[in-house]
């Protein structure tokens, strides 16, 4: 009951975060993109003993896309090739806000107090920036024999600012009374596309966007 | 058991009713409900009533009450009962065909006169709704001022509707050429818009925003009050005044900016090397003297030719405003009106005063859109309203006939007026000037609505209006000249164009309905509607001396004379209510009569007896005449069901399913479209030395091959509906709605068939073309909404759409049909006289081929002789032999001969018959504009005087604040794509397209009436730039290309020629603005 009053006492106190995520490409974009790292910071803001609003921006660059190591068909000598300078990169930027749902009263006494912790229902949304890019491909509707691998297409990119949506579970650990390490799964579902590439094996169009991060942060409830 | 014969009784209901259905009260709702005491028990004979008017009712032995014919709004009720508290019950929001339920409970109290006041929640899922409805209130529109500029605008953010500003509903063929709009706008229980103009008359769909109470869209099932619209309808009630003068003014501000993407036009690579800036001989050239009538042209004489416009630079504007209130006694009034002076986003004849429509832009600086209505109470049990609609603009017509385009083979006329026209070739043309005149377009409606309730339980009401659509063009010449060039020879520098169109276009309506609530179970409703038009039209569209158009919608050939079409529509509609559930049964019976004497088959257009507009003026629609028919009336019926039923206390359950027709597009009815075949003059039959007004003028002109034409043999599109749907108050006040549709399109219009005379005749080139109800195709798709109503200071709506819309035109018969007869045919028509003309006091036979000469200057049909008989009987036996033999069999590789039958009326008695083939089978095609997936967005924020939030600096700029953000997002368009390694063709999507716009708005209050806001509105925040049309459609398939390939040597050279037009949506634009309102 003290605790529960304790929490409550945070009502209105804000707090700032950063967090390191390790991010998976799902299905479609899984086929074009490997793994890579999510930096990002977090704006956090206690509604009430059961809601945390948080602001977060976030940056990832996912390099070495697989579709540059793709092979095409040059229908000119019946050979298959590869861009040798090829290069495929998928930037995000993004600004969401996420509800960090605190779910269950004891859960809800918890937190703000060193040692202690409480787990959360997080749901958000918001606007992400995609910008990805292929360059350096081979074109290969040229005509004549041998292929001339300086030719390449112009760079192809889709970029976009887009709706996009995230849900997952999350834990806050408090090291201190106001410093908390926050450990977090969730699945992201953006409203984008990437442009199919049939001619490099069998790209087709990436429709929506979906990721899965896992990550860990740090966040300081400093002022209220 | 009890429940179990209640069960049963609800089937057997279902059962015996066989009637279909529809909502009803479409303009007005109803209040019911119960009057308890505090313990659950009934109170009868409380006294229900709505404050501010007498409508009420007293509750029956069981506490029950229904009000009927309740207007749209927020309104307060009281329950009162002696021996009790007055219940007071405020905000009960009330919506047109919908029942909102509010439930009393009174205490007892010895106090005169204690009252208890209690704010009524609108209920977030309307349990009685047993179709798809959307419906947007006054309070909501005003909420997104900054936001929506427009009702049109509003509608795309609706469930169902496309995003793109077309306005489809669930896949419909809005706008498409053969029905017009089918969508229908309703503005009072009125019609709006009219598919009577050959695509640009009658598409009046505009209702400022300050006019609207209530706005809802039907995507699914539609009452049995509406019809001819298989797509949708969008339902306007507009406001009465109040009892107070209120209203608002806006102003906006539209920032100077390019407003497209690429380069400045004039920097441009669609004008390669032929833009010269640096070469002073380019810039210094001059207009010569062109020989010419027109006075503007003459008048550039010594000018510059090669002028640069400051078309980015220029700010535009524009006005609306509203005011309402009392006038004398138990009248109101409200007004709105709209004014734009936006700037033109390329260069043209006028570079401000652009009109922007939701999917066009024109310049008109005079553009006005105006409504307004007076409402009168007579008495307590009756109201009459008085309503008008106007929109006119007059604008540099650039002299394409119409939003169809051309008939033939050209949509434009090159050279005729400044700007992007002939691949940019058109961008030195004078300012303020066009080759093919100015066009007046003008819009109106007027309407009066009485009402009279004569019982609390019936009220009837009666509806009178009027429309009208008129068109004419000034400054129009008399010739279309060769189009002069500048010394490169590269840029057009003026001509005279013979291109001008005059029409009329009046409709007349009266409307009867009787609405009654029959007992506690039925709200019956029933009424008839009689609409008569009366429409012409002339469009000269003349692109050189010898190569000219005239399109014409006239009775029995005679311009500026109008053809009266009339429709007789009946309905019967009944929402039934049984303990929860909800049926609305329906049935409706169109009644169309062209009213018209009209060919049957398009092929009789090219035989010599009525190929020229003035041989057919003049001969085929004599009474005798056996080539022209009266129109028959044509009846059909349509059911409609709607069932809906409680899940839970926050849930229900529909289902609906209606049938719908649609007819064409009146064009395809009664319109003629004639071209001269290369002859640059009307002949002088009678060798006067002139062409005589009245018998010569246009008689070279003759039926275009290609040209489409009507008939009044085509029947209604048809399309039945089915939908399943529920409504779902998933907690607080967030809902969704999921909606699972199928509509099944039948006898849907297909352009294709050739219609050939293949009689006795003279030339071999002899066809015309007319509708076939051929086509067929079927859409299905997923709908949902979810929205948050506003409260604890913000509000949203997404709306999604996932949909297969499809559509053939595969069907056999349509793509050729051949009229032909054989010798003995020829004999016995040539030999029959139909009748004596009138005038001219000759015989005419039913059959001829060659032509004599009359003083008057018409010509009179020859009756054959002997040895024409024999000679073209042989020439029409020839084609007898052949296609009377030709028994089903292959054509085309996929097409198929049907065999031949006798053609329409009389002469197929007399063995004319009709030969037709067709494909098989054609592809199952996407829609035109089909989009697999579509929906929007909008959130909205709205902070209080009172706001505190955060640190008080925070806090008080976020009061009295409102800011609202909204996206728009539609997967690509669709084409016909073949895959890489070959084989069969099939359907791929291009790249989806999106834009997000934001507004923010702040407050200020003047005084205690009046306050001010300014507010920014900014359209594609994001900037984002969607390729909806790349260069190759396949290469973006195959390689993620959208430019031309690196290896073309032009696009090397000079970019991308497509840089400014293959855009989704335009760069970022901002608008300010102020509003006051009072």
């Given at each position: ?9 945070q ?27 999510k ?32 092979p ?7 050979k ?49 920036r ?16 041998p ?20 849900v ?13 390490l ?13 442009r ?29 | 058991m ?13 059962a ?21 005491d ?27 009450f ?15 009962l ?12 009330v ?33 009685d ?35 793109d ?48 109470q ?12 509406y019809g ?11 406001k ?30 669609i ?9 002073n ?35 535009g ?29 390329l ?9 922007e429509g ?7 600086p ?5 409504s ?27 002299g ?14 090159l ?8 691949s940019?070739?058109?961008?030195f ?6 080759a ?24 009837y009401?009666?509806?009178?209006s009027?429309?009208r ?8 010449h ?27 276009r ?5 409307k ?14 029933t ?16 692109d ?30 009944d ?11 329906g ?9 018209a ?24 629609y ?19 069901l ?7 206390e ?43 007004e ?7 002109l ?55 005379w ?10 015309a ?15 949902l ?12 709506n ?11 035109t ?30 001219l ?28 008989i024999?000679?073209y009987g ?70 209080p005087?009172d ?49 997000t ?23 594609n ?21 959208e ?7 032009n696009?090397?050279?000079y ?24």
């Open positions: 009951m003290l605790a529960a009053c304790d929490v409550q006492a009502e209105g106190k804000w707090g700032l975060g950063g967090f390191v995520n390790y991010t998976l490409p799902l299905k479609k974009l899984g086929d074009r993109y490997d793994n890579t790292v930096y990002g910071t977090t704006l956090n803001y206690v509604s009430s003993d059961a809601v945390t609003l948080e602001i977060e921006y976030h940056y990832s660059k996912f390099d070495d896309g697989k579709l540059a190591a793709k095409f068909f040059y229908a000119v000598d019946n298959s090739y590869t861009s040798p300078n090829a290069k495929s990169t998928l930037t995000f930027n993004s600004l969401a806000v996420n509800a960090l749902l605190f779910l269950g009263e004891d859960n809800q006494s918890h937190g703000f107090k060193a040692k202690d912790y409480r787990y959360y229902l997080a749901v958000g949304g918001g606007f992400y995609y910008n990805a890019v292929n360059e350096n491909f081979v074109a290969p509707y040229q005509t004549t024999k292929i001339d691998f300086t030719l390449v297409m112009e760079p192809q990119i889709d970029k976009r600012t887009t709706l996009a949506g995230n997952g579970v999350g834990l806050e650990a408090f090291v201190t009374d106001n410093l908390a926050d450990v977090r799964g969730r699945y992201n579902f953006v409203l984008g596309e990437l199919p590439m049939l001619f490099y094996g069998n790209t087709d169009r990436a429709r929506p966007l979906q990721l899965f991060d896992l990550g860990v942060g740090l966040k300081l409830y400093f002022w209220r | 009890n429940r179990a014969l209640k069960v049963v009784g609800k089937l057997s209901c279902l015996l009713l066989l009637l279909f259905a529809s909502n009803v009260m479409a303009q007005t709702g109803k209040i019911n409900g119960s009057v308890q505090v313990s659950g028990g009934p109170l009868p004979g409380a006294n229900v009533v709505i404050r501010g008017t007498t409508q009420g009712a007293t509750t029956d032995a069981d506490g029950y229904a009000i009927i014919n309740v207007t749209p709004g927020s309104v307060t009720l009281s329950a009162s002696v021996g009790y508290e007055t219940v007071v019950m405020q905000n009960v929001v919506i047109g065909a919908q029942t909102a339920t509010v439930n009393f409970r009174l205490k007892e109290s010895s106090l005169e006169l204690s009252e208890m006041v209690v704010t009524a929640e609108r209920p977030l899922v309307e349990m709704k047993t179709t798809s409805k959307y419906t947007v209130t006054a309070e909501e529109t005003e909420r997104m001022l900054s936001s929506v500029r427009s009702t049109a605008e509003l509608l795309t953010l609706q469930p169902g509707v496309s995003v500003g077309s306005n489809r509903v669930r896949g419909s063929f809005t706008n498409a050429q053969s029905y017009g709009n089918d969508v229908a706008y309703i503005v009072d229980g009125v019609r709006m818009n009219h598919n009577d103009g050959r695509g640009d008359g009658g598409t009046f769909t505009n209702v400022n925003r300050g006019a609207v209530e706005l809802s869209v039907l995507t699914g099932v539609t009452p049995a009050e001819n619209a298989q797509g949708g309808i969008v339902q306007i009630v507009t009465d005044g109040g009892n107070q003068y209120n209203g608002w003014t806006e102003y906006r501000l539209d920032r100077a900016s390019q407003r497209h993407w690429g380069k400045n036009v004039y920097d441009a690579p004008h390669r090397e032929n833009i010269k800036w640096s070469d001989t380019w810039l210094n050239e001059r207009w010569s003297a062109l020989n010419t009538t027109d006075e503007v042209l003459k008048a550039q004489a010594g000018e510059l030719i090669h002028k640069r416009s400051d078309y980015t630079d220029q700010m504007w524009d006005v609306e405003g509203n005011i309402s209130g009392p006038i004398v006694g138990n009248s109101s009034f409200v007004l709105t009106a709209k004014h734009s002076r936006l700037a033109n986003p260069p043209g004849a006028l570079q401000t005063g652009v009109y939701n999917t066009f832009r024109q310049t008109g005079d553009n006005l859109t105006l307004g209505s007076l409402s009168f109470k007579p008495t307590e049990n009756m109201k009459l309203k008085v309503g008008g609609l106007y929109q006119g603009y007059e604008y540099f017509s650039d394409v006939p119409d939003v169809f385009g051309k008939s033939r083979f050209s949509t434009s006329l050279g005729a007026i400044r700007g992007m026209g002939d940019g070739k058109d961008l043309l004078p300012e303020n000037w066009s093919a005149g100015k066009q007046k377009t003008r819009e109106e409606l007027q309407y009066v609505v009485f009402t009279h309730t004569i019982s609390p339980k019936t009220f009401e009666f509806r009178l009027r429309s659509s008129k068109t004419d063009t000034s400054g129009v008399q010739v279309t000249t060769l189009n002069a060039k500048d010394k490169s020879n590269w840029f057009n520098i003026g001509r005279e164009a013979a291109r001008w169109k005059t029409a009329d009046q409709r007349y309506g009266f009867l309905d009787l609405s009654s609530q029959v007992n506690k179970g039925h709200f019956l409703k009424g008839l509607e009689l609409q008569s038009s009366n429409i012409w039209m002339t469009t000269i569209y003349n050189s001396p010898a190569d000219r158009g005239l399109l014409t919608i006239a009775n029995k050939g005679t311009l500026g004379e109008g053809v009266k079409p009339y429709a007789l529509n009946l309905y019967v509609q929402k039934m209510e049984f303990e929860g559930m909800i049926v609305n049964a049935l409706r019976m169109d009644l169309f009569n062209a009213n004497r009209v060919y049957p088959h398009g092929a009789y257009r090219g035989s010599n007896m009525f190929r020229s507009y003035t041989q057919a003026r003049d001969y085929a004599q009474d005798g005449s056996l080539w022209t028919m009266n129109a028959k009336k044509q009846v059909y019926f349509s059911p409609r709607g069932i809906s039923h409680p899940i839970t926050r849930a229900q359950f529909r289902f609906s399913s209606g049938v719908y027709y649609q007819w064409p597009e009146l064009w395809y009815v009664f319109g003629e479209d004639y071209y001269s075949a290369g002859l640059a003059n009307d002949i002088d039959v009678n060798k006067n030395g002139k062409i005589d009245t018998t010569e003028k246009y008689n070279t003759v039926s275009t091959y290609s040209g489409q034409n009507g008939t009044t043999l085509l029947r209604p599109a048809k399309t039945t509906n089915f939908e399943v749907g529920t409504d779902w108050n998933l907690v607080s006040d967030y809902t969704v709605a999921l909606t699972a549709y199928y509509k099944s399109e039948v006898e849907q219009y297909t352009q294709y068939p050739n219609e050939t293949a009689g006795a005749r003279t030339t071999s080139l002899l066809y073309r007319t509708l076939d109800n051929g086509a067929y195709g079927d859409t299905r798709g997923l709908e909404s979810f929205k948050k109503a506003f409260s604890k200071n913000f509000s949203f997404v709306s999604y759409n996932y949909q297969w819309a499809s559509f053939t595969g069907k056999r018969g349509n793509i050729i049909r051949n009229v032909f007869m054989s010798a003995e045919t020829v004999k016995k028509l040539a030999q029959e006289i139909a009748y004596t003309h009138p005038e006091n000759v015989p005419v036979p039913q059959l001829w081929v060659e032509w004599n000469a009359h003083a008057s200057g018409k010509e009179i049909p020859k009756v054959m002789t002997a040895a024409d024999d000679k042989a020439d029409a036996q020839i084609r007898y032999n052949s296609l009377s033999s030709s028994t089903p069999g292959v054509i085309f590789g996929t097409g198929e001969w049907d065999g031949s039958r006798p053609v329409e009326g009389e002469l197929g008695n007399k063995n004319v018959l009709l030969q037709t083939a067709g494909y098989q089978l054609n592809f199952i095609n996407p829609k035109p504009g089909d989009r697999r997936q579509f929906g929007s967005a909008s959130f909205l924020a709205s902070f005087s706001f505190k939030f955060g640190h008080p600096i925070v806090g008080s700029a976020m009061r009295n604040m409102s800011i609202n953000m909204i996206t728009r997002l539609e997967t690509g368009g669709i084409f016909q794509y073949t895959p890489p390694q070959g084989g069969y063709p099939s359907y791929r999507e291009l790249g989806m397209d999106s834009r716009d934001i507004s923010v708005e702040k407050t200020f209050a003047l005084n205690a009436r009046v306050q001010a806001a300014v507010f920014m509105d900014m359209r925040i994001f900037n984002q730039e969607d390729r909806t049309s790349p260069n190759n459609a396949a290469d973006y398939t195959y390689y993620g290309v430019n031309p390939r690196v290896i073309d040597t696009y090397n050279l970019g991308d020629a497509n840089d400014r037009t293959a855009y989704a949506a335009t760069p970022r634009l901002t608008q300010f603005g102020v509003r006051l309102t009072w």
